[in-house]
């Protein structure tokens, strides 16, 4: 994927309430008779950030988001 002009690997930073990330997610399909026979898109990923706090809980969370699409 990095021969893809502009491409972005990393999101790197934060991703919390209230911080805005920008970036590449490529989907790679197999077979596709057509465009419009995606009706929406579903994205899971973890994220975590380094913590010296045993008692922080919230280190680690994983994201669950589904992107309707209109055709």
Excluded: C, Q
């Amino acid at each position: 994927m990095p021969s893809i002009k502009g491409l972005t690997l990393n999101w790197g930073g934060e991703i919390a309430n209230g911080a805005d990330k920008s970036g590449d997610v490529v989907f790679p399909i197999e077979k596709l008779s057509n465009i419009s026979d995606i009706k929406s898109l579903r994205y899971k990923f973890n994220a975590s950030y380094d913590t010296d706090d045993y008692d922080d809980e919230n280190y680690n969370h994983d994201y669950d988001m589904t992107i309707n699409l209109n055709n």
